[in-house]
């Protein structure tokens, strides 16, 4: 069974770092798209960092660029979310989503019904 498994939420102080994982069983990330979201309360899903493992293509939200890093690695089967300079608005709910639809164009899905595969959310709190 293809499953995500995220982890490495937590509580921490504004300015400090947190790093999520988000490993894939049963298949690995090869051609396919992994993308971060995140939900906080009364607040819409947004997509945080998404990465296109068939074109090399990253994005990140104008919140966090500059601060987040999406990266693949553990034989391309986890991918990470290293999050640096954490603010209190970065308080949420963090789901990692993955599909493996083939796109041209390098097109890079953002939106959360473009993903097929969830993993269980991990909390983020980040205090002031």
């Known amino acids: 069974e293809v499953q995500l498994q995220a982890s490495g939420g937590g509580s921490v102080q504004a300015g400090e770092s947190l790093s999520l994982a988000c490993a894939a069983s049963?298949?690995?990330?090869?051609?396919?798209?992994i993308c971060w979201f995140r939900q906080a309360p009364g607040k819409e899903r947004e997509a945080v960092s998404c990465?296109?493992?068939?074109?090399?293509?990253?994005y990140y939200s104008d919140s966090v660029k500059g601060r987040f890093t999406i990266s693949i690695a553990n034989g391309r089967k986890t991918v990470y979310l290293q999050m640096n300079s954490l603010k209190p608005e970065d308080t949420a709910v963090y789901l990692c989503a993955a599909d493996n639809t083939e796109y041209s164009g390098g097109y890079l899905p953002t939106h959360s019904w473009e993903y097929k595969l969830w993993g269980r959310g991990t909390q983020v709190t980040v205090s002031s």
């Open positions: 990465f296109g493992d068939m074109d090399g293509i990253t």
């Open positions: 049963g298949f690995t990330f090869d051609d396919w798209s």
